[in-house]
């Protein structure tokens, strides 16, 4: 358990507020970080793991049209990501990330470029992250700055 998402479930439970995951390169790992949080089931409604971009649209409301224009690794999804999963689950917040973990690049994107964004409460922020390593590294990287830059959010607005 980390000692961050303790902090995210104690800053979300003090304000009785929820937050949802939509993950697609994390494959659940970012929701597997806040889920090991004891009291996590009093602020994580759900989460969608979203690998495929017909998942993407139909179970996260993300427009076809922002896959096709932006591609999937881009601020446009992920905020868009983000927006859906908040829709669905009826969350305080939501956290989405987007990126590629390698080996090599994906749909002229390198390895280790990966979007995260969070929306909340008259608040919405993208961060674009440079990871370098392998698959593992980049992936792990991921759920740590997602966490980490949630974390700061939430303490900002106390």
Request: glycine content about 10%.
């Amino acid at each position: 358990m980390n000692a961050v998402a303790q902090e995210v479930v104690a800053l979300l439970q003090k304000r009785n507020e929820t937050i949802s995951c939509a993950e697609s390169i994390s494959g659940g790992a970012l929701t597997s970080e806040i889920v090991s949080v004891p009291g996590a089931s009093h602020v994580l409604p759900g989460a969608i793991v979203a690998y495929s971009n017909q998942i993407k649209i139909d179970e996260l409301s993300v427009p076809g049209s922002l896959l096709d224009e932006f591609g999937v690794v881009s601020e446009e999804v992920a905020l868009a990501m983000a927006k859906g999963a908040r829709a669905k689950f009826s969350s305080s917040w939501a956290i989405s990330l987007t990126g590629v973990a390698g080996p090599g690049p994906s749909h002229g994107v390198e390895a280790g470029t990966v979007w995260l964004a969070i929306i909340g409460p008259e608040h919405e922020e993208t961060v674009k992250l440079a990871i370098s390593g392998d698959r593992e590294n980049v992936r792990r990287g991921a759920v740590e700055s997602a966490v980490g830059v949630l974390a700061r959010i939430l303490a900002s607005r106390q």
